[in-house]
């Protein structure tokens, strides 16, 4: 082995300077950065859960780490200084919203409370819309500024007209009332689709059926206990269903249980010549198998006529059933759809495909997301209905036509 000699005397010694020092000790800082796991952004999936309030410690210095990129797509819709906020919490289950866009306000459905929510835009004050809502579910807001519900108890689709009165639009089919009308939406024809499956037959949510039927065959219940008198109880006797609402007032059966179980979420394309429709899981008394929690495509033709079913998506991220609800479609044909994964945290919020079909963004939020609409003056705000909350961000696009 050679040996290596060092001749002292020959050696010189130069004091380092200070610039040397410094990057000296920056090449070991950014070694030792390298070498090191940093730690994940806070996120829904932490330990505790991140703080949506408004009055927290910021979460977001740049790109909300909840606004997830799955596919390149995605980047273009995200705006990066733009982070989730929890606008109010307090509801029982928060449902159906729909934006105003003259008022420019808000509004959704709490169900349990049998009440509408009111949100303005200028202030952020929430106050009680309108009580004793019939425990409504679905909201929208039609061409022409009207608000349409859904109403579980009273099982039936209504129209608040502008002069203050209101509309019944369908409250039966066949001469057999409705189950419990869940979410609408105008067509650019003018008709009025909605799904009617059978959730408001839940006890905590609307009204069960009379004693012998689905949602109450023994007869323990009692459907009238706090209810107005008067009010008509009733078995459930129509399949779950989508309805059609012409223009004249006829009411069109479009598709039933056995084509799709248990519709729930709808919406359209830009163009409307395609409809999305969400299939979900089992409602109280349901003795058949309940829809899988997937997204269905249907061409639209003329009038009541669907043609072309396809599933448009499972629905199933990472390995977990994602289960949609309320769906809204952007002016790019991108489905937003609500999630329902039940106690997988991290994956409870929204998911975004194209319109092919093809995952490519996702929001997390920490409660179960049930419904969803764009709003804000310029329609590139999402409102997110999440359980007990309501939740919204900032997107790079707009929601295709009103919601």
């Known amino acids: 082995m050679r040996q290596l000699r060092i001749n002292v005397a020959e050696t010189k010694f130069r004091v380092p300077s200070r610039r040397a020092i410094l990057a000296g000790a920056g090449a070991v800082l950014a070694f030792a950065t390298r070498a090191v796991a940093q730690p994940e952004p806070a996120s829904t999936v932490t330990n505790p859960p991140r703080d949506f309030r408004p009055g927290a410690s910021p979460t977001t210095y740049f ?204 919406c359209f394309s830009p163009d409307h010549e395609t409809l999305y429709l969400s299939s979900t899981g089992k409602g109280p008394g349901d003795t058949g198998p309940g829809g899988k929690g997937e997204i269905y495509a249907f061409d639209v033709g003329t009038g009541a006529i669907l043609s072309n079913q396809r599933r448009f998506s499972d629905c199933v991220v990472d390995g977990v059933k994602c289960s949609p609800d309320g769906m809204r479609v952007d002016v790019d044909g991108n489905v937003w759809s609500a999630s329902n994964a039940g106690r997988a945290v991290g994956y409870n919020g929204v998911t975004v495909w194209n319109p092919q079909g093809k995952l490519i963004g996702r929001i997390r939020l920490p409660e179960v997301c049930g419904n969803l609409t764009f709003g804000g003056p310029k329609r590139n705000r999402l409102f997110m209905t999440a359980s007990q909350s309501l939740y919204a961000v900032y997107v790079n696009t707009q929601g295709a036509g009103p919601a």
Request: glycine content about 10%; charged content about 20%; some cysteine.
């Open 63 to 266: 790109t909300d780490p909840d606004v997830i990129t799955i596919d390149p797509s995605f980047e273009r819709y995200i705006v990066p200084n733009s982070a989730i906020r929890r606008l109010w919490t307090g509801a029982l289950w928060a449902e159906g919203p729909a934006w105003n866009g003259l008022g420019r306000f808000l509004i959704w459905s709490d169900i349990p409370n049998d009440r509408q929510m009111r949100w303005l835009e200028e202030d952020g004050h929430v106050s009680v819309f309108r009580s004793h809502s019939g425990n409504s579910n679905g909201n929208t807001f039609d061409r022409q500024g009207r608000q349409i519900s859904c109403e579980h108890i009273t099982r039936r689709v209504v129209r608040y007209e502008l002069d203050g009165s209101a509309t019944i639009l369908a409250d039966s089919f066949d001469g057999k009332p409705f189950n419990s009308p869940n979410d609408v939406e105008q067509h650019a024809d003018g008709s009025y689709w909605f799904t009617d499956p059978p959730y408001g037959g839940l006890l905590y949510e609307g009204l069960p059926d009379e004693a012998g039927g689905p949602s109450n065959p023994q007869g323990r219940l009692n459907p009238r206990l706090g209810q107005p008198a008067g009010l008509r109880t009733s078995q459930r006797a129509l399949p779950s269903a989508l309805y059609r609402i012409d223009p004249t007032g006829r009411i069109d059966q479009v598709l039933t249980d056995a084509q799709v179980p248990n519709p729930n979420g709808l």
